[in-house]
């Protein structure tokens, strides 16, 4: 059963509704870019089917998201840029409240990029699943951003600091392989991409048929186990994105990513 309560977000139903897929389709927009309609749609997708499966998979299709749609940000007047931006980071940030409340697992099943803020999607998940071409790029330094979508907060807490600084000051694209090692992704599959999303649903059929309210109170102890909390650094990660969308350091690096060169910090 497929539902679309978005023109670029799927909802298929599986495993007799037991497991639930969302989908956020490419589009006309090259590797699966968002804006800020695209993004709220999922989450009140999430939202809406919280209590109804035993396991929710996230993807997309054909790759996962290369993040906010930079074009859409550098084509609007300067004045009106930090107000886009602030614009994105308010949907994604619901959506991430969405996941991570969600009453069951959630599954990120990763093909192509995920980038920027789409990062931040995949690592808001309670399991990560990679295909073999996966790549995970951080990206926010080299456009001269501070990172948003809570990538930081879950990056500290599954790499620790030192190696968190390292990604998001060095943002080098990191392969499903790499992603594995690094504690970030939980298995890596080989074959078709039809293949890996097969699997990944086997695997969320297995989710489903567990313990959903004992994994449900686990994600909320998990969640405390850390010092700080999830909503204080959303607004953090916002009030900081906001900033800099302003600042002349990204302009340059907004500059620079279009004209393929590389930025000139001052």
């Not at 497929?2 to 670029?8: D, G, I, S, V």
Request: net charge negative.
């Amino acid at each position: 059963m497929t539902e679309r309560p978005h023109p670029l977000v799927r909802v298929e139903r599986v495993a007799d509704g037991n497991v639930i897929r969302i989908a956020m389709e490419e589009g006309e927009e090259p590797l699966n870019v968002f804006r800020p309609a695209k993004v709220e749609a999922m989450a009140k997708t999430v939202e809406s089917v919280a209590g109804e499966a035993g396991c929710l998979v996230l993807y997309g299709d054909p790759v996962f998201s290369a993040g906010a749609d930079l074009q859409a940000i550098e084509q609007a007047p300067q004045e009106l840029r930090s107000a886009k931006i602030d614009a994105i980071a308010a949907a994604s940030n619901r959506l991430i409240r969405a996941v991570r409340e969600f009453p069951a697992p959630v599954i990120a099943a990763v093909t192509g990029v995920a980038a920027g803020g789409a990062l931040g999607f995949a690592l808001a998940s309670d399991l990560i699943h990679v295909h073999e071409d996966a790549v995970f790029d951080t990206a926010y330094a080299r456009i001269g951003l501070t990172p948003d979508n809570a990538t930081p907060f879950f990056l500290v807490r599954t790499v620790g600091p030192y190696r968190a600084r390292e990604l998001l000051f060095d943002p080098d694209p990191i392969d499903a392989a790499q992603a594995v090692d690094l504690g970030i992704a939980n298995e890596r599959y080989e074959g078709s991409e039809a293949e890996f999303l097969a699997a990944v649903t086997e695997r969320a059929v297995d989710y489903a048929s567990g313990p959903t309210e004992a994994y449900a109170r686990t994600k909320r102890l998990l969640d405390t186990a850390f010092e700080g909390g999830l909503d204080r650094h959303l607004e953090r990660e916002r009030s900081a994105i906001k900033r800099m969308s302003e600042s002349d350091t990204f302009d340059e690096g907004l500059a620079a990513f279009f004209a393929e060169r590389d930025p000139e910090w001052s």
